[in-house]
């Protein structure tokens, strides 16, 4: 299975900062089509799983553009460029290149 | 508007057995496959199943791997997730996602399971 590692796992950011989170796979996500799922989510608290990002960078409808996505092969990482209150929760990344989908443990992204 | 609504937790014992159902609307539900994806209380996201859309396909997490089956009723727009042998540690929120491609998955609201004596 691939593993995702995130870090921080915690990132305490002051209103109008930005935040930055990376993800690393064990194993390259780049599928036998080309494509690299990878997708990054946010969990409000109390509130299900809602995507951000998908394929490394792109914005899934309705997202803001102050959330951006980079990287390639196993290194990926998802930044805010400043940091708004409705921001705070945890944030997952995820690969779909290869089953099972797998997981990063999750950032938790709070106010200081 | 697309809906996912599951359905079907509560508290059963270890060693029971629980059928979770997700009623989807909204869009075209046969021609999506669907995913289960589960979160202990407190912890992250670990996927359990996925189903294509014509059920000729199902995948599952080893941790639940001959315990659990995913099926799906496209007469009906629900999938479900019969879940056998259940362990303590299968205790959590477990949510439906309808899969749109590209590693994109829309969310249910979830629906909790505690598995206890």
């Known amino acids: 299975d691939i593993v995702m590692t995130q870090t921080p796992l915690s990132s305490p950011v002051t209103l109008g900062q930005p935040a930055s989170i990376s993800c690393r796979s064990s194993?390259?996500?780049?599928?036998?089509?080309?494509?690299?799922?990878l997708s990054w989510l946010q969990q409000r608290p109390g509130q299900p799983p809602r995507l951000l990002i998908y394929?490394?960078?792109n914005r899934f409808s309705g997202v803001p553009d102050r959330f951006s996505g980079s990287g390639a092969g196993t290194d990926f990482t998802l930044k805010i460029s400043r940091v708004e209150a409705e921001d705070v929760g945890v944030y997952y990344c995820?690969?779909?290149?290869?089953?099972?989908?797998?997981f990063g443990q999750g950032t938790k992204v709070e106010i200081k | 508007q697309v809906q996912l609504v599951e359905s079907g937790g509560g508290v059963v014992q270890p060693g029971g057995s629980l059928r979770l159902s997700c009623a989807a609307s909204?869009?075209?539900?046969?021609?999506?496959?669907m995913h289960w994806v589960r979160q202990a209380p407190g912890k992250g996201l670990e996927w359990v199943a996925f189903?294509?859309?014509?059920?000729?396909?199902?995948y599952y997490a080893d941790s639940v791997k001959g315990r659990f089956t995913i099926s799906r009723d496209n007469s009906k727009n629900t999938l479900y997730l019969q879940m056998n042998s259940l362990r303590a540690e299968d205790t959590a929120v477990y949510y439906c996602?309808?899969?749109?491609?590209?590693?994109?998955?829309?969310w249910g609201q979830g629906t909790l399971v505690t598995v206890s004596s």
């Open positions: 194993q390259s996500l780049v599928h036998s089509d080309g494509n690299t799922y």
């Open positions: 189903i294509r859309y014509d059920g000729s396909n199902k």
């Open positions: 394929k490394i960078s």
């Open positions: 909204g869009f075209t539900f046969s021609i999506y496959g």
């Open positions: 995820t690969q779909a290149t290869q089953f099972p989908w797998t």
């Open positions: 996602a309808k899969d749109v491609g590209s590693g994109r998955l829309y």
